[in-house]
Nanobody, 116 residues
Framework: QVQLVESGGGLVQPGGSLRLSCAASGFTFGSYSMSWYRQAPGKERELVAI????????TYADSVKGRFTISRDNAKNTVDLQMNSLKPEDTAVYYC?????????WGQGTQVTVSS
């Protein structure tokens, strides 16, 4: 049974930091590229960051470049998203995603709210 379980969301003040984590099971984690997406109320889901299988390549949305860092641990089957200098516009549900060719898995999401 494939599972992607996100954790680490919550309420944080503008300028603060959060670290999201996604624990994967039920598939060959190291064979999949891993991504974080987010969806704000009334908006489409958007790609935040993606990291390739070997961790040597990561790509970020322009809106988060220089503030967010994606990383993965293929030994622990986890992928993290370190989020710094958070802004109110970062408020969204954040989803973990695994992709290999036509196979895609999604987590249930974790809420991140940036507000004073």
């Amino acid at each position: 049974q494939v599972q992607l379980v996100e954790s680490g969301g919550g309420l944080v003040q503008p300028g603060g930091s959060l670290r999201l984590s996604c624990a994967a099971s039920g598939f060959t984690f190291g064979s999949y590229s891993m991504s974080w997406y987010r969806q704000a109320p009334g908006k489409e889901r958007e790609l935040v960051a993606i990291i390739n299988r070997g961790s040597w390549s990561a790509t970020y949305a322009d809106s988060v470049k220089g503030r967010f860092t994606i990383s993965r641990d293929n030994a622990k089957n986890t992928v993290d998203l370190q989020m710094n200098s958070l802004k109110p516009e970062d408020t969204a549900v954040y989803y973990c995603n695994a992709r290999r060719f036509g196979t895609v898995y999604w987590g249930q999401g974790t809420q991140v709210t940036v507000s004073s």
